[in-house]
Structures are given as structure tokens and as C-alpha cells.
């Protein structure tokens, strides 16, 4: 096995016996994404340099006795979590040059247990987008098929997984965006409860809704870099001070007994067959496991988009606004104060930031507030009293994460609404704020197929459970990508 094919765990079993040192393992990685990510396209921004110093730097500490769980391993961030000396843009061209300078509280965790940063990935520009093809700068592809999205809005820490141009990814969730690229790129994602990770240094898109999350090859991959990002941090005040448990001793393979839900609601026309076949079995092999299954009814489930689309923009509007070519970033002057203002705004967005941007400004307008924005965040407290409720009943819910596979580039882009329905089974567990894990559980159309696992408030431990027992019972987590020509049939991988 190549070493950029290594788990976190593996990888760390080899840097403790000091059969690899972390200069090694990270070479491999950088390696691999000079070889193939013309082809992929995960990353905005590399820095070899930067990530051989650290690697060394891990090294030097583990020969002095150090121990993390992170500690020498290669990992990627997503371009909208700054990071102090390195470029971070957000996928704008508002933003390009743009050099933070300070990290973000999830960076500093990362340096302080001594993980390897590769670089930025790609993103929809700030994170609105459910393909990457919002991105100010090019498209993401699916290692999968190159001809696929990756998925949205963090699709390149998605694809960096599953390519091999990374160990572990940061991404951020607003509305599915870790959760939907997890499942196209056949990887483990997890977005945390919001108030769980510190948004501090996060760009932000919606602040009542954005929340740091991570990818991983395995659910194990999650658990170790969760545990280093949580915790809370004062200079978030949506930050949420409560303890936070050793997530990799949640990774327990027995779940007899455990309640599992199926929303009813989740399981509607339009969903491909392939995908839905795939969460079926998923449930069985879960009940095979002894899990107890019974249906529940989340009624709020179909307002979660309308809702959504009103809470998300509108929050975006007044996010948004600081970017006027004055402070930083892009700056176009025009003759007056206000043709800067248009210019700067004008050249430096693209079409779906504007468009969220006028759908959140009207939402919020004088005689609109109420009929609109104030209306959406009443249909969310029903929604979030319907996971309440089911909560009550059983320790997690088990759903489709998409209702299709990764679909073809440009298949969607000049259809927003047809674009925005493929988040339509990760809205609402965002809008009520709960954890949401994403494993893989089978393949459809040579793709691959993510199970959705939601848990209350602060319940990572029991989504990390259910998903280790799933995938120890399965082998989907372990198929990986054709990129490297050793699987030519999606036949034999579907197989």
C-alpha cells in the first residue's frame, strides 16, 4: 500500500513504531497531488515548503516524546478558515490575494497537535453551492469520475480525501456542505452540533447556520480530527461550553439495542433508485447488527428548503457586505464612493453569491421582513421540535444524505433550484442545528451512495457508533477511486 493510501490510524501506528517518519508520509502526499490533481483539481493553494517544515517539525517532537493523535499527519483545509500567512479566499476573486493575519482557532488546534497542512482546497465562492462549480476560480473534479462534480460547497476537501491528496480534510457545513460531498466522494464527513467547533476565523457565509466539520477515509479518520477541533473557545459567542468526550472511544462495532429512526419523509418520489436500493440495505444491515428500526414522521421536513433559502441569504446579505474594496481584497475605485462600491461588488462576486445576496436583501427589506425572514425562522423552531420529538424516541435517525448521485459538470449550474434540491435531505438537520455523519453504504450508477446518520444535540459519540458498526460490517469505506488506473470497470468496483 502507497503511503498516501494510508488511514489516519494506520499511519499513525507506523509514525509511533518509526517505521515512516511524517517528512516521508507527507512527500508521499505531495507526491501524489502533483501528480494528479491537474486531473482533480482539489486544491487553490499548495504550500510543499510550509508542510515539509511542520513535517519536520512533528518528527522532531515525536523523537522527544510527543504523542497526539494528529501529530505528523498530512491534511488539507478548506479555503474559507483562515489561516495566517497562507492565502485565503473563499473561492472569490473578491478575495484573491487576501493573506489572513491570525488562524483560525481550528488551525491553531491543528498546528498545536502538530498536523501537516497541504494547502487550501477549492470551494464554492463562500461556500454557496452544492458542486464547486461556484467557485471564482475552476471546477473541482469527482476522483471518481472526472466527469462528476465532487459535490458542494466542499467539494475539494472531499475529492483530496478520496484522491489520496490528503489524510483528512477540514470542511465547513452551512446547509450539507460536508455531508453532500462526502457522500459523492465515497469518504466519511461529519458535521458537528453547531456551537461544538469554534467558528472563529471561519469566513462567514450564515452565522447561525455555518459550522466547522472533517472528512476522513474512515469514520475513525473523523473521530481523531473532531477530537482535536471541538471545544470551547471564548472568542466565539455561539461557542458552547460544554465537555468534550474522547470521540475514538465511541468507536464501538456493537449497537444491539440502539433505537434507530427512518424519517418517512426522506424516502419520497425522485429519489434514484440506485440510492435509495443502497440506504435500504444499509437499514437491514443495521438491523442485522441488532439495531432496533421503527419509522418516524418528521412533518416540517418539506419547509426546510423554502426556510433554508430564506435564513441562509438573508444571513448572507449582512455577512456579505463588508467586502466594498475598502478594507481589504478586491478594490475597483470608480469616480465617486458609490461606483467603487459597484465596481468592486459588481466584478468581484459571482452570479450565485449575487443572486443569494438579492434574495436575502429582499427577504429582509422593509415589509417583507415578517412575511418572509421572520416566517422562516418560525417554520425552523417547528423543525427543530420535530427532531426534538424524535429524539425522544430513538438515539439517532438513519436517511438518504443525497437523493442522486454525483451528477455530471454543468448537468445543474443554470438551473439553481434543481441545483438546490440536491441538499434537500441535509437542511433541515442544519437548520435544527443537530450532528449529522455521512458514510459511505453502497454504489449506484458506478458511484457512490452516503448514509446519513443524525443524532441530537452533542451526540458526535452515538453518530461516530452507528456509523463504526456500519462500516466494520461493510466494506464500501475501503473501495477507492480508478484515478490511478488500477480499477478500470466500475463493474468490478461496484462489485
Known sequence: MALYELTIREARALLRKGEITSVELTRAVLERIEALDAKVRAYLTVTPELALEQAKAADARRAAGEDTPLLGIPMAIKDVICTKGVETTCGSRILKGFVPPYDATVIAKLR????????????????????????????????????????????????????????????????????????????????????????????????????????????????????????????????????????????????????????????????????????????????????????????????????????????????????????????????????????????????????????GTYALSAGYYDAYYLKAQKVRTLIKQDFDKAFERFDALVTPTTPMVAFKIGEKIADPLSMYLTDIFTLAPSLAGICGMVVPCGMADGMPVGMQILTGAFQEPTALRVAYAYEQATEWHKLRPPLDGKVEDKEVMRQ
Open 112 to 359: 498545536a497537535a502538530g498536523a501537516v497542512l497541504l494547502g487550501k482546497t477549492n470551494t464554492d465562492e463562500f461556500a454557496m453551492g452544492s458542486s464547486t462549480e461556484n467557485s471564482g476560480y475552476f471546477t473541482t473534479h469527482n476522483p471518481w469520475d472526472l466527469t462528476r462534480v465532487p459535490g458542494g460547497s466542499s467539494g475539494g476537501s472531499a475529492a483530496a480525501v478520496a484522491a489520496g491528496e490528503a489524510l483528512a480534510a477540514l470542511g465547513s457545513d452551512t446547509g450539507g456542505s460536508v455531508r453532500q460531498p462526502a457522500a459523492f466522494c465515497g469518504v466519511a464527513g461529519i458535521k458537528p452540533t453547531y456551537g461544538r467547533v469554534s467558528r472563529y476565523g471561519l469566513v462567514a457565509f450564515a452565522s447561525s447556520l455555518d459550522q466547522i466539520g472533517a472528512f476522513g477515509r474512515e469514520v475513525a479518520d473523523v473521530a481523531s480530527v473532531l477530537g482535536i477541533i471541538a471545544g470551547y473557545d471564548p472568542r466565539d459567542s455561539t461557542s458552547v461550553n460544554v465537555p468534550v468526550p474522547n470521540y475514538e472511544e465511541a468507536l464501538m462495532p456493537d449497537i444491539r439495542g440502539m433505537r434507530i429512526g427512518i424519517p418517512k419523509e426522506y424516502f419520497v418520489e425522485g429519489i434514484q433508485p440506485g440510492v435509495e436500493k443502497a440506504l435500504r440495505e444499509a437499514i437491514r444491515t443495521l438491523e442485522g447488527l441488532g439495531a432496533v428500526v421503527d419509522e418516524v414522521s418528521l412533518p416540517h421536513t418539506s419547509y426546510a428548503l423554502p426556510a433554508y433559502y430564506l435564513i441562509a441569504p438573508a444571513e448572507a446579505s449582512a455577512n456579505l457586505a463588508r467586502y466594498d474594496g475598502v478594507k481589504y481584497g478586491l478594490s475597483i475605485p470608480g469616480e465617486t464612493m458609490w461606483d467603487g462600491y459597484r465596481n468592486t461588488r459588481g466584478q468581484g462576486f459571482g452570479p450565485e453569491v449575487k443572486r443569494r445576496i438579492m434574495l
